[in-house]
């Protein structure tokens, strides 16, 4: 077992009286390329990070759940298992949290798969709300867990569907299968493409050191929710786009489709089309170029990702876009936003022996314009969720 697992054990012990029956865990993930893509049946390409969630769990026989997470402010939550509903307003307040581990317990109850009653203790260390989907890492983890202790058997691509359907339909937050197709399907050492229309993945190589090029994480620590607001907009406004365009899915749409009808949209609805049909072109730029082993080619199409959704999808934030610009001014190859937007973090693909000048630009270019200091750090892509004692 690794260190935070065992110190998670003994605290489960400590809490709930009595051994887990076993901890799992699952990452949080980096978005490459390829951002609201997910929802619109297009192309992503995701790593799993090292930072993970965890949770220890025991089965229990009182019909009910316990959910426990070491985060600050996330007050302990009982349910009745056979009273969870969408609809539930038990987890209001400080219990909002626990929404993400019920839901995938009622995902699960839901094809028949249940268990007589379960403690949880989660503990992450996936920043939340930094962009690097801590909910979903909280979703896998007690996926995993629940198929093993149920004994179901699920596939991934079944447990990457129960995620969805938890965030979804449980919590109500209208985010696609990205994050959760890269926490439970990622490996380590690779990207991982990800088709969201049919669903299938490739793993692609990317190997940072091979190269002697870093990615940063530049984490703004403005933090976002996908419950509300402009996410559910950027959604609203890609359904209108398929209304207008007659097209299931922003996907069907091409450049040369873009550039013979965007007239017929409005002129937001056409800056937000564009961005999701520009994108999902660079997430296959990008896959083709790693294939081709020209990691260190792939900076120019991440910053036009940036520019696409600063300008087109307006997702960005001046933190953001000055993580972005001070990153590229001092050396960085391409640099972008990651995950859904509206905070959170960018990500900065650095020559080795330029990430200390590149991270202490940054910071002082925070400094001066009198915001909190950002945490600047390296990731590599790690494995998947599972158990792990
Ligand atoms: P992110 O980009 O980090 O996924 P979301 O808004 O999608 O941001 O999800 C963040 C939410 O997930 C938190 O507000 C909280 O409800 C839940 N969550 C994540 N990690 C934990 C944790 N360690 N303990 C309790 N809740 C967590
Ligand atoms: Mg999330």
Redesign the pocket.
């Known amino acids: 077992m690794s260190a935070a697992a065992t110190t998670l054990d003994a605290e489960f012990q400590n809490r709930f009286g009595a051994d887990a029956d076993g901890i799992w865990s699952a990452p ?1 993930r980096v978005n490459l390329i390829g951002e609201h893509t997910d929802y619109n049946a297009g192309f992503a390409l995701p790593f799993a990070i090292t930072a993970r ?1 965890r949770v220890a769990v025991r089965v229990t026989h009182g019909g009910e759940a316990v959910l426990e ?3 600050a402010g ?1 007050a302990p939550v009982r349910v009745r298992l056979d009273e969870l509903t969408a609809e539930d307003t038990g987890f209001s307040g400080d219990g ?5 581990l019920a839901g995938v317990v009622w995902a699960f109850a839901r094809r028949g798969i249940t268990l007589p009653g379960l403690d949880v203790l ?3 260390d ?13 979703e896998c983890a007690i996926a995993v867990a629940v198929n093993d202790l149920a004994g179901a058997g699920l596939d991934r691509p079944e447990l990457v569907q129960i995620c969805h359907e938890a ?1 979804n339909d449980f919590v109500g ?1 209208p ?1 696609g299968i990205l ?1 959760q197709s890269a926490s439970l399907l990622a490996t380590a050492g690779s990207g991982l493409f990800l088709d969201c229309l049919d669903r299938s993945t490739r793993q692609v190589p990317l190997d940072l050191a091979a190269r002697d090029l870093v990615l940063l994480v530049i984490d703004t620590r403005v933090t ?4 509300s607001g402009g996410y559910r907009d950027r959604v609203a406004s890609c359904r209108l786009g398929e209304r207008v365009l007659e097209v299931s899915s922003l996907r069907e749409v091409s450049a040369q489709d873009f550039a013979e009808r965007a007239h017929l949209l409005d002129p937001e609805t056409r800056r937000r089309v564009r961005h999701v049909v520009t994108e999902n072109a660079r997430v296959q730029d990008v896959v083709a170029l790693l294939d081709a082993g020209r990691l260190e080619d792939i900076g120019p199409l991440l910053t036009a990702s940036h520019v696409s959704m600063r300008d087109d999808y307006e997702i960005s934030s001046p933190e953001l876009d000055a993580a972005v610009d001070t990153a590229l001014a001092h050396g960085a190859l391409g640099a972008r936003m990651t ?2 937007g509206f905070g ?1 973090s960018a990500i900065a693909l650095v020559p080795i022996a330029l990430a200390e000048t590149v991270s202490t630009a940054v910071s002082a270019a925070f400094e001066r314009s009198g915001w909190a200091s950002p945490h600047i750090y390296a990731v590599v892509p790690g494995p998947g969720a599972g158990r792990e004692g």
């Open positions: 949080g969630a997470s070491t985060f996330a909002g949290w626990a929404r993400y989660l503990h992450s996936v920043p939340v709300g930094a962009g690097l989907s801590s909910s979903a890492a909280v965030e937050a985010t994050d976002h929710a996908h419950e995950g859904g959170g």
